[in-house]
């Protein structure tokens, strides 16, 4: 019994861990800078901003469909349009963000309220997109890990196969079975099969580097901090700003991202989050570049 206690720590203390990590980032969504177009004249934004300072950052338009065309770009999260009294959002980028934007805006002012970006019927909760994320992170730690074993070439051609079969695999689940994120059906595989690969990658050349604890270390990073700071179905803008802030340069909150913008928004704004991915990519092919380099080394030596 007295050998099974480090083991009964260590669980407690990864319990801890993730419902301090999922719990902490998203138990209490508050407003942080969100992004909200005014239609009118400069006089409207200043009355408001006062009120909202630190919640919303708003953001002048000349007229109602300039900004409709910001919002459907995802450069902001929602059009006010004051002399119409209407509030107009996005439930798509995140029903809940949609939900606070709302109950803040309507308790200043009774506001008609527009849903230009609704979600689709299959997944009225808005959660689907945070577990269809899950979905290919856990793939592609596990891939990874599996790549770590075998030579090189053959781990990477690994992880780019199961990328492209995780990737048609899920996005058939997630559009055509179940209709939670449809009408972009190849645009979802591609994104889905780079977070894979990008996330198998990387674990390979953590494990190939540093051994086992290199798939711990995936999980922690990957599992534990990057999907509650990626803001799951909040959004990274309701959730402590230290913690958006870790999620903005990890793959999975980027991921996310893509996938939304990809099904939801004719693929706008995808240069950030491709970008994060790709750096991840070449961070993972570093890795194992830098643990095969090593063992050349020592062979070399002995």
Do not use: C
């Not at 577990?131 to 053959?154: C, D």
């Amino acid at each position: 019994m007295k050998r099974l206690i480090p083991a009964v720590v260590l669980a407690t203390l990864i319990g801890m861990f993730f419902v301090g990590s999922f719990v902490g980032a998203l138990h209490s969504p508050e407003p942080h800078d969100v992004p909200v177009a005014v239609v009118g004249p400069p006089q409207a934004a200043a009355q408001l901003a006062p009120k909202l300072a630190g919640k919303f950052e708003l953001t002048v338009y000349a007229d109602e469909a300039a900004a409709r065309t910001a919002l459907a770009d995802r450069e902001v999260d929602a059009v006010l349009l004051p002399q119409q009294q209407k509030l107009v959002v996005a439930s798509a980028a995140s029903r809940s963000a949609a939900t606070v934007i709302t109950s803040v805006f309507t308790a200043a002012a009774p506001l008609a309220v527009e849903d230009a970006h609704p979600l689709p019927p299959g997944d009225q909760g808005g959660i689907a997109g945070m577990f269809f994320v899950l979905g290919l992170v856990i793939p592609g730690i596990a891939i990874g890990v599996a790549a770590a074993r075998e030579r090189p070439l053959a781990g990477i051609g690994a992880i780019v196969l199961a990328g492209v079969t995780v990737g048609l695999a899920n996005a058939w689940l997630g559009d055509v079975v179940f209709g939670a994120l449809p009408g972009a059906f190849l645009g979802l595989v591609a994104v889905s099969a780079a977070v894979v690969v990008t996330l198998g990658l990387v674990v390979a050349g953590l494990v190939r580097l540093i051994g086992t604890p290199g798939a711990g270390l995936a999980g922690l990073l990957f599992v534990l901090i990057g999907v509650p700071a990626s803001g799951g179905p909040l959004g990274a803008r309701f959730i402590p700003e230290w913690y958006a802030a870790i999620g903005h340069v990890l793959p999975v909150g980027q991921g996310s991202t893509a996938i939304r913008n990809v099904v939801f928004f004719d693929g706008a704004a995808l240069g950030l989050p491709l970008l994060v991915l790709a750096g991840w990519a070449v961070v993972g092919l570093t890795l194992t570049l830098s643990a095969l380099s090593q063992v050349k080394r020592a062979s070399f030596a002995g």
